[in-house]
């Protein structure tokens, strides 16, 4: 039964490019007519019981069977699997694209709005659950000057991961309107790439917040290790508790930080924004987004990879900040920057295989690069995309036109580190 249901589901998906499946009952079958800019796939079910829960569940099914060895790519691999299987039905080509059962749409929309709560205990077990599990993980394959945990930006074809994470940091500094005497605010630091990118460039004094205490260790090292110790400091606290001490700052940035906010809590995280920033503040919200109306989170990447986490809408991200009278001045849409940051990422973690296999075994390698796939797919082909929203609160704390902007990032890109800092 649900061997043939697969068949029927892989026959009507797959057009272009070529899957060859081998079932666990030893029959074969082909999928797709070879076509240019779609690889060719060959799969093996070593089990009756990956098939199972495939039809259940699309993503968690494939997932769980690809880190178990119950689904092996024997030819091609998981990067190409994804990208066959989501190319041939790209979002912005489908009027009707569904994931998976109705039955686990409606559990994956349940499970979105529990997690949406997302409350200050709850956010930090989530974020440690990702962040916690050690800085060795990402020190091999994130970019070394800035250890960039979130899209890049690559205004040329032929930059590298470092200049492309280089080229993010100037072009969102550029849209802050940076000045050397302002107070900044980090909200998600990370390990203290754009909040030490900022006071070497800049001089400004800023203050990165978390709640991973692996990530504030490694930034504190490396805000040292800098020599902007003096203009830097981060804490390990929620932003809704920062808010509640009263602190204004002249410039909020934000990167890959909202995705692990929640739905229920977007109106709380705005406002609390409006009342760290000053009344002629600016602030950069810089998130993975949805190009089409609010949806929920896939059951692979709330049980295993961001729990609580949830992609946000523009429509409800911006009616969100309304709320709190923020006005979004700019906005931009990096529809296809993440696939190739993301792609880098999938490139060294497969060199690196066998360093990640010593440190977490080889299910986890798995999971990792099943999960980098899955995510280029979904920004190649997918709904995924990334926005970056410029918000004031007075509609006069800014240039009138956007020149600005282009200006001073051509400016940041060829700048020394400002005169204040020794090194």
Known sequence: MYKALLERFLGKIIRKGVLEVTFADGTQRRFGLPAPGFPEVAVRFTSAAAQRKIVHDTSLGAGEA??????????????????LLRGNSPWDRERDMREGSGLAEFFDRAATVVDGINRAARAKKNIAHHYDIGNDLYTLFLDRDHMQYSCAYWPHDDMTLEQAQEAKLAHIAAKLALAPDQRVLDIGCGWGGMAIYIARKVGAEVLGITLSEEQLALARERAQAAGVADRVRFELVDYRDLAARGETFDRIVSVGMFEHVGQAQFKRFFRDCAALLTHDGVMLLHTIGRMGSPGSTDAFTRKYIF???????????????????LIAADVENLRLHYARTLREWYKR??????????????????????????????FESGSMCNYQIQYVRNRRALPLSRDYMAERETELLSAQPHPAIAK
Do not use: N
């Open 307 to 325: 729990p609580g986490g949830y992609i946000p809408a523009l429509s409800e991200t911006v009616a969100a900040g309304e709320q709190s009278r």
């Open 349 to 378: 973690c497969t060199v690196q295989k066998h360093a990640i296999v010593a440190l977490y075994g080889e299910r986890f390698y798995r999971m990792w690069i099943f999960y980098l796939a899955g995510a280029t797919a979904a």
């Open 66 to 83: 690809f880190m178990d060895g119950e689904l092996v790519i024997e030819r091609g691999d998981v990067m190409e699997m994804a990208a």
